[in-house]
């Protein structure tokens, strides 16, 4: 069965710098949520979108952004990199169910950002 | 805002012995709780899901209760074995996306 797809699965940056990593969902889950786990972490969420528009925002830096396109695949572009965006970097999707809102996450393999 | 918490942080156990993970979360107006692996610098692997209407759940040697009134879940590994050394992540689905503990990090001695 496909899986959630991350790339690039390792990047290394140096301050200052910008990085743009990739999710491509699960083929007809319609919601992406991207999480951050720092070294000895627990994931925190980040930002997550539903049909191509965000639907909930966590402790996302005012550094980051990110979207989802027309083919639901999402990007998360972090810009003035720091030395604490040092991270695993988790994409995962969902099929919403009706309006209970029991989203089941699949998560990717997950993206390592090393900013020196 | 929903907080949970994982006892102990760290357990060390003898191959063979029974084992239970607890997981306890502030906010019991959840949709779901999951269980998760994570070996060292690795992606989350999903064990059990439970939905807010299910008492447990059980996969092999793993099962997991949820009592969602208090608040609780465990996770019970039967026979333990080195292979199940990995860090055991539970998180819960409510109005906010998926919320994670911090995780039992856990070595099974052979």
């Known amino acids: 069965a496909a899986g959630v797809i991350q790339s690039p699965r390792h990047l290394i940056k140096e301050k200052r710098e910008t990085a743009t990593l990739k999710c491509y969902p699960i083929?007809?889950?319609?919601?992406v949520y991207w999480y951050q786990q720092g070294p000895g972490q627990d994931p925190q969420f980040l930002i997550s979108?539903?049909?191509?528009?965000?639907?909930d925002k966590g402790s996302i830096p005012d550094r980051f952004s990110a979207q989802q396109f027309s083919d639901y695949h999402s990007e998360l572009n972090m810009s003035s990199l720091e030395l604490g965006d040092s991270a695993l970097y988790f994409c995962?999707?969902?099929?919403?169910?009706?309006?209970?809102?029991?989203?089941?996450?699949?998560f990717g393999a997950g993206s390592r950002l090393t900013v020196l | 805002k929903q907080e949970v918490t994982q006892i102990p942080a760290a357990l060390s156990v003898p191959e063979g012995e029974n084992l239970v993970l607890n997981c306890s979360f502030t906010?019991?107006?959840?949709?779901?709780l999951q269980w998760f692996r994570q070996d060292p610098g690795k992606g989350l692997t999903s064990l059990l899901l439970?939905?807010?209407?299910?008492r447990e759940q059980t996969s092999g040697r793993l099962n997991a209760s949820l009592d969602k009134s208090s608040g609780r879940s465990t996770l019970y590994i039967a026979a333990s074995q080195p292979g199940d050394s990995a860090t055991y992540l539970c998180?819960?689905?409510?109005?906010?996306?998926?919320?994670f503990g911090k995780g039992t990090r856990l070595s099974v001695i052979a």
């Open positions: 995962a999707s969902s099929r919403r169910q009706g309006g209970s809102g029991a989203n089941v996450l699949t």
């Open positions: 439970i939905q807010s209407s299910q």
């Open positions: 998180a819960v689905t409510g109005n906010t996306p998926l919320v």
């Open positions: 906010d019991s107006a959840i949709y779901n």
């Open positions: 083929p007809r889950h319609d919601t």
């Open positions: 979108f539903y049909e191509k528009m965000q639907s």
